[in-house]
């Protein structure tokens, strides 16, 4: 996220941490926004669907290329940590699919895949989603 940048410039680490910390959300099985989005109740603008996978656009791109891949069920895959042997296909699917929006995206030159998972790792929607980011530089560590 790159609002610890931002913030880093003017507080110290401790309340960039903290910041980052409220940007997560609580683990939690409820339903999500995501349920909205799969059944059209909320727009997105989606530029992938099949039977198990919907890919849609970041509401906050955070590059020029910035999709959401999710299962259309989420079957207890709140985060990437509650995986189990049954979400095997999806999971599969999900990374396939990120490369074919990829090509489908023109991003030749290459992408990021994210998987935020759980508070650390500063996910604030609980249904597995898969980021797919590109159409600039990326930098290496992630913030
Ligand atoms: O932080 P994590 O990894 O959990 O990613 C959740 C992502 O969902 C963030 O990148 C948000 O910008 C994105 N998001 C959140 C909402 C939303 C969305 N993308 C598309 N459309 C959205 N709607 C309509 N509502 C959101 N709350």
Redesign the pocket.
């Known amino acids: 996220h790159h609002r610890v940048a931002i913030l880093s410039s003017h507080i110290s680490p401790v309340m960039a941490s903290e910041k980052e910390a409220a940007l997560a959300a609580t683990p939690s099985d409820s339903p999500t926004?995501f349920d909205k989005?799969i059944s059209k109740e909320?727009p997105?603008t989606v530029v992938y669907e099949d039977d198990k996978v919907l890919a849609?656009r970041?509401?906050?791109p955070q590059g020029p290329v910035h999709i959401?891949l999710i299962p259309k069920v989420r079957d207890g895959l709140t985060g990437l940590s509650k995986a189990e042997e049954r979400h095997i296909d999806v999971l599969g699917r999900l990374l396939y699919t990120a490369k074919l929006v990829a090509k489908q995206e023109g991003l030749d030159e290459g992408f990021r895949i994210v998987i935020?998972d759980g508070p650390q790792g500063?996910?604030?929607?609980y249904h597995l989603?898969v980021?797919l980011i590109g159409g600039r530089q990326m930098n290496w560590p992630p913030g």
Do not use: P, R
């Open positions: 926004i989005i909320i997105s849609f970041d509401i906050t959401l935020n500063c996910q604030s929607v989603h980021h």
